[in-house]
Protein backbone atom coordinates (compact mmCIF):
# COMPACT_ATOMS: atom_id res chain seq x y z
CA UNK A 1 0.00 0.00 0.00
CA UNK A 2 0.95 3.67 -0.98
CA UNK A 3 0.21 5.19 2.82
CA UNK A 4 2.98 2.26 3.78
CA UNK A 5 5.54 3.26 1.66
CA UNK A 6 5.44 7.08 2.26
CA UNK A 7 3.92 9.28 4.88
CA UNK A 8 0.91 11.16 4.02
CA UNK A 9 0.95 14.53 5.98
CA UNK A 10 -1.78 17.14 5.97
CA UNK A 11 -0.23 20.05 6.39
CA UNK A 12 -2.89 23.53 5.30
CA UNK A 13 -6.27 23.41 4.83
CA UNK A 14 -8.52 26.82 3.44
CA UNK A 15 -5.62 29.15 4.87
CA UNK A 16 -5.75 32.72 3.72
CA UNK A 17 -2.17 33.16 2.78
CA UNK A 18 -2.98 37.29 2.17
CA UNK A 19 -0.16 38.17 4.46
CA UNK A 20 1.52 35.03 4.37
CA UNK A 21 1.01 31.78 6.71
CA UNK A 22 3.12 29.01 7.64
CA UNK A 23 2.50 24.98 7.11
CA UNK A 24 2.81 22.97 9.78
CA UNK A 25 6.80 22.52 10.87
CA UNK A 26 8.02 19.04 9.96
CA UNK A 27 10.81 17.06 12.10
CA UNK A 28 13.03 15.97 8.77
CA UNK A 29 15.37 13.63 10.87
CA UNK A 30 13.71 10.43 10.06
CA UNK A 31 12.63 11.64 6.19
CA UNK A 32 14.88 11.42 2.72
CA UNK A 33 12.65 13.54 0.54
CA UNK A 34 9.60 15.66 0.75
CA UNK A 35 7.05 16.61 -1.49
CA UNK A 36 4.49 19.28 -1.10
CA UNK A 37 1.32 18.93 -3.07
CA UNK A 38 -0.39 22.74 -2.83
CA UNK A 39 -3.90 23.78 -4.57
CA UNK A 40 -4.54 27.32 -4.59
CA UNK A 41 -8.11 29.35 -4.47
CA UNK A 42 -8.60 32.56 -6.63
CA UNK A 43 -5.58 34.30 -5.68
CA UNK A 44 -5.02 37.97 -7.79
CA UNK A 45 -1.74 37.67 -7.63
CA UNK A 46 1.45 35.55 -7.39
CA UNK A 47 2.47 33.44 -4.50
CA UNK A 48 5.76 32.77 -3.54
CA UNK A 49 6.86 30.32 -0.67
CA UNK A 50 10.02 30.13 1.28
CA UNK A 51 11.19 27.09 2.71
CA UNK A 52 13.22 27.45 5.90
CA UNK A 53 14.90 25.39 8.59
CA UNK A 54 15.46 25.67 12.60
CA UNK A 55 16.27 24.07 15.42
CA UNK A 56 12.55 23.56 16.90
CA UNK A 57 9.12 23.72 15.35
CA UNK A 58 8.05 27.32 13.58
CA UNK A 59 11.70 28.71 13.59
CA UNK A 60 12.86 29.90 10.34
CA UNK A 61 16.97 30.23 10.63
CA UNK A 62 18.00 29.36 7.04
CA UNK A 63 16.81 28.95 3.76
CA UNK A 64 16.54 25.59 2.25
CA UNK A 65 16.89 24.87 -1.31
CA UNK A 66 13.97 23.18 -3.55
CA UNK A 67 12.84 22.29 -6.64
CA UNK A 68 9.43 23.17 -7.97
CA UNK A 69 6.93 22.83 -11.11
CA UNK A 70 3.13 23.63 -11.25
CA UNK A 71 1.05 22.07 -13.67
CA UNK A 72 -0.28 23.49 -16.88
CA UNK A 73 -3.59 25.16 -16.62
CA UNK A 74 -5.48 26.15 -13.71
CA UNK A 75 -7.55 22.54 -11.75
CA UNK A 76 -10.16 21.03 -13.67
CA UNK A 77 -8.78 22.02 -17.18
CA UNK A 78 -7.63 19.02 -19.55
CA UNK A 79 -6.85 19.01 -23.16
CA UNK A 80 -5.92 15.26 -24.22
CA UNK A 81 -2.19 15.01 -25.20
CA UNK A 82 -1.63 18.45 -24.33
CA UNK A 83 0.82 20.27 -21.98
CA UNK A 84 -1.56 22.48 -21.47
CA UNK A 85 -3.98 20.31 -18.74
CA UNK A 86 -3.81 21.05 -15.43
CA UNK A 87 -2.13 17.52 -14.00
CA UNK A 88 0.27 18.06 -16.64
CA UNK A 89 3.67 19.40 -15.03
CA UNK A 90 6.18 22.67 -16.17
CA UNK A 91 9.75 21.59 -15.91
CA UNK A 92 11.31 21.77 -13.00
CA UNK A 93 13.34 24.59 -11.38
CA UNK A 94 15.73 25.04 -8.75
CA UNK A 95 16.22 27.50 -6.47
CA UNK A 96 18.05 28.06 -3.14
CA UNK A 97 15.51 30.54 -1.65
CA UNK A 98 12.33 30.96 -2.54
CA UNK A 99 9.67 29.60 -5.24
CA UNK A 100 7.36 31.54 -7.08
CA UNK A 101 4.11 31.14 -8.99
CA UNK A 102 3.04 33.54 -11.19
CA UNK A 103 -0.83 33.66 -11.88
CA UNK A 104 -1.37 31.28 -9.60
CA UNK A 105 -5.36 31.00 -9.19
CA UNK A 106 -6.87 27.54 -9.09
CA UNK A 107 -3.17 26.34 -9.79
CA UNK A 108 -1.43 23.23 -9.00
CA UNK A 109 1.62 23.11 -7.42
CA UNK A 110 4.65 20.61 -6.57
CA UNK A 111 7.70 21.45 -4.12
CA UNK A 112 10.28 18.75 -3.51
CA UNK A 113 13.09 18.80 -1.03
CA UNK A 114 15.88 16.71 -0.05
CA UNK A 115 16.53 16.47 3.76
CA UNK A 116 20.46 16.77 2.77
CA UNK A 117 20.06 20.26 1.76
CA UNK A 118 19.14 21.34 5.20
CA UNK A 119 21.19 22.53 7.92
CA UNK A 120 21.86 19.32 10.73
CA UNK A 121 21.70 20.60 13.42
CA UNK A 122 17.95 22.76 12.19
CA UNK A 123 16.13 19.30 11.48
CA UNK A 124 12.65 21.05 11.15
CA UNK A 125 11.11 22.61 7.91
CA UNK A 126 8.96 25.27 7.72
CA UNK A 127 7.28 27.05 4.33
CA UNK A 128 5.65 30.08 4.69
CA UNK A 129 2.66 30.90 1.26
CA UNK A 130 2.28 33.97 0.77
CA UNK A 131 0.40 36.60 -1.81
CA UNK A 132 0.05 39.88 -1.84
CA UNK A 133 -3.84 39.89 -2.19
CA UNK A 134 -6.10 37.26 -0.68
CA UNK A 135 -6.07 33.51 -1.01
CA UNK A 136 -6.76 30.26 0.04
CA UNK A 137 -4.60 27.20 -0.42
CA UNK A 138 -4.28 23.68 0.24
CA UNK A 139 -1.52 21.63 1.11
CA UNK A 140 -0.86 17.74 1.69
CA UNK A 141 2.70 16.65 2.08
CA UNK A 142 4.22 13.42 1.07
CA UNK A 143 7.21 12.17 2.52
CA UNK A 144 9.95 9.26 1.84
CA UNK A 145 10.84 8.13 5.15
CA UNK A 146 13.58 6.29 6.14
CA UNK A 147 12.04 3.40 7.91
CA UNK A 148 8.58 2.69 6.65
CA UNK A 149 5.35 1.64 8.06
CA UNK A 150 1.72 1.95 8.52
CA UNK A 151 1.18 3.44 11.65
CA UNK A 152 4.43 5.53 11.49
CA UNK A 153 4.73 8.15 14.16
CA UNK A 154 4.11 11.89 13.60
CA UNK A 155 6.29 14.32 11.96
CA UNK A 156 4.18 17.31 13.02
CA UNK A 157 5.08 19.66 16.50
Do not use: Q
Not at 39 to 53: C, H, K, L, N, W
Not at 123 to 151: F, K, M, Q
Amino acid sequence: MFAEEFKLIPLMNSADVSTGADVDSINMEGIHKITYLFTFGAVTTDITITPMSGASAGTKTTAVPSRYAAGGAVIGTAVAGSASSCDVLAAWTSTATTVTLTAASNKFLVVEIDASAMTNTEPWLTLTVAADSAGICHCVAIAEPRYTGNRSGTVLA
